[in-house]
């Protein structure tokens, strides 16, 4: 029997005044994967860690930097009355347009090894 695979979203507080952006991680990384913990192992090999603040790394007046997700995303997502989502890439363009902070804003990495960058289309990139 072959597992559903689904996305999980990573989000990236701006502990100590900014986000960390590099080659793998940006404001938002969601990975796709069997479960959460599959998701969580994948997250951490990019770079992405948990509890922070408790092992040095993050500033303990801001928080930690990085969290958990509370469970996968369930499509289709009713955002309101006017906007619903059906793919992984729609929901995380209208995240990005909404609440990006960093260029890409949001990166996609699928189970096949595909990577998707996201980009905020309101907002002029320099």
């Not at 996305?7 to 701006?14: A, E, I, K, T, V």
């Not at 080659?23 to 969580?40: D, L, P, T, W």
């Not at 909404?98 to 949001?106: A, L, M, V």
Request: with cysteine; hydrophobic share 35%; proline share 3%.
């Amino acid at each position: 029997m072959k597992k559903e695979l689904k996305f999980y979203r990573f989000r990236q507080s701006n502990s100590g005044g900014s986000f960390v952006v590099d080659k793998k991680v940006c404001h938002e990384v969601i990975v796709e994967a069997s479960n959460k913990e599959e998701a969580i192992e994948i997250a951490m090999d990019l770079g992405i860690y948990f509890n922070g603040v408790d092992d040095g790394f993050d500033c303990p007046c801001c928080g930690d930097r990085w969290y958990e997700p509370y469970s996968h995303i369930e499509f289709p997502i009713k955002w309101d009355e006017n906007k619903t989502f059906v793919t992984i890439e729609e929901y995380a363009q209208f995240v990005a347009n909404e609440y990006g902070w960093t260029k890409p804003d949001i990166r996609i990495f699928y189970k096949n090894g595909e990577v998707k960058e996201i980009f905020s289309s309101k907002r002029e990139l320099k």
